[in-house]
């Protein structure tokens, strides 16, 4: 069995402008998924979206699909399709309320119904398609999960890329790791192993495919040093910065490249010790060139855990 390493899709965060930087700077990720897309009665990609898929030159990524309608599912593939695009995922995980409200994301989970309508017209209308489903383990309780495994278990399901918590557990507590070992006796799905890989450690030590998510944000060299490389150095970390500010400002203009840039820094922090009273001054910029003056100084002078 071919064990993979895989970049997890994030809102707001692994966007395409960050998927091209990690990528050129990093590597590691043998395939990026893009955040979630809507693809609704209107039939179209909305700007953001678009530009989620169009700039993807050079690497391998997945599209991700949030929708509880088989048509909408379909037509997107088949837009995706003719962009060029050999492989999708279906996002069954999102907790969000308002999306769970709305039976999709993690609340289809509690359908059970609905959710087999909807792969129904998926896999009957796209044979011999690579689709992927990206799952938490139940809506409300992990004791839905077994059900909701044998519901998976009758589809083509190119990988199932389980997150053990459920949508009522946002990102609170741990990944349940025993329901994921359970799920592995149970089905011969290919699976992907998602949550909570925050070490380089953690991720090399799995003898199936993992997807990192937050980990990856707080050490952007977690799968290169998984796959035997090297840990991330100050001058990488100082390009990485600088070619998403820039990147953001070009492409957001700077209030917007400035509010993505602290999200980045609430996961890469964990990475730097002593960080506190700068990054309680980061937080306070008003403008970029300010935050730019704080994150280089952090990255200068702070000590990285994993040195
Ligand atoms: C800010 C944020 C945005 C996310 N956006 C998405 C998304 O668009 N699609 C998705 O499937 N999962 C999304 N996730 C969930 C992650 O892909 C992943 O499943 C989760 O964070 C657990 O993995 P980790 O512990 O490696 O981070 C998001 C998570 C966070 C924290």
């Avoid at 998924?33 to 530009?51: G, M, Y």
Wanted: aromatic share 12%; net charge neutral; with cysteine.
């Amino acid at each position: 069995m071919d064990k993979h390493f895989y970049a997890a899709p994030m809102e707001g965060m692994t966007t395409w402008l960050w998927r091209q930087v990690h990528h050129r700077i990093f590597g590691g990720a043998d395939k990026y998924f893009t955040p979630f897309l809507s693809p609704n009665a209107t039939r179209t990609f909305q700007v953001k979206e678009r530009r989620e898929v169009a700039c993807n030159e050079g690497l391998n990524v997945v599209p991700q699909l949030l929708t509880n309608d088989a048509d909408y599912f379909v037509w997107a593939v088949k837009a995706l399709e003719d962009m060029g695009y050999g492989e999708f995922n279906f996002n069954l995980g999102c907790p969000s309320g308002t999306v769970a409200a709305k039976h999709k994301g993690s609340g289809l989970l509690g359908y059970p119904d609905e959710l087999k309508r909807c792969l129904d017209g998926i896999f009957d209308a796209l044979p011999g398609r690579r689709i992927s489903v990206k799952t938490r383990i139940g809506r409300h309780g992990d004791g839905e999960w077994p059900d909701l495994l044998a519901i998976f278990d009758r589809y083509p399901i190119h990988e199932l890329i389980v997150h053990p918590r459920v949508g009522k557990d946002m990102y609170r507590g741990q990944a349940r790791r025993e329901v994921f070992a359970w799920t592995r006796r149970h089905t011969a799905l290919p699976l992907v192993y998602n949550g909570d890989i925050w070490t380089a450690e953690d991720a090399a030590a799995w003898d199936v495919s993992v997807m990192t998510g937050r980990g990856l944000i707080a050490d952007p060299a977690l799968l290169r040093r998984a796959k035997g490389g090297a840990a991330a150095g100050r001058a990488e970390l100082r390009e990485y910065l600088g070619a998403l500010a820039d990147g953001y400002a070009a492409a957001v203009g700077e209030d917007a490249a400035l509010h993505r840039m602290w999200e980045l820094w609430l996961y890469l922090s964990g990475s730097f010790r002593g960080a506190e009273d700068a990054l309680k001054k980061m937080r306070k910029c008003r403008r970029l060139a300010d935050y730019r003056a704080i994150a280089e100084a952090v990255v200068d002078r702070c000590e990285l855990v994993w040195e």
